[in-house]
């Protein structure tokens, strides 16, 4: 599991090495370095650009759910969405993949 370094705690990576899990998160000062550290850079831009591209093109932060059911239902019809739409894009040759321009009509 990938944490933010927020997530640290003897008992808590216990708890998560008994259940054969292995927290890969940064380093917190005066910690020595952890595994994984060279992956955390590259890795948390592409979470920042995925974040970016669901804030804006999907309009997640006003999905419109009134339920933890209706949220979640909205937030994954959105990614089903661009998804298809990228798949699409690339099937038919468009220069930008991840674009959902095209069919906003």
Not at 38 to 49: C, D, G, S, V
Not at 61 to 71: L, N, S, Y
Request: glycine share 8%.
């Amino acid at each position: 599991m990938i944490a933010d370094k927020h997530y640290c705690g003897r008992e808590f990576e216990h708890t998560l090495s008994d259940a054969g899990v292995v927290l890969l998160r940064q380093a917190r000062k005066g910690e020595a370095p952890r595994p994984g550290a060279r992956l955390f850079k590259p890795l948390r831009q592409t979470i920042e650009l995925i974040n970016q591209t669901f804030k804006g093109q999907l309009d997640l932060e006003r999905h419109g759910g009134r339920t933890p059911a209706g949220d979640i239902v909205r937030v994954l019809q959105r990614i089903l969405a661009l998804t298809a739409a990228i798949w699409h894009n690339d099937k038919t040759g468009q220069p930008v993949k991840r674009s959902l321009t095209a069919y906003d009509h």
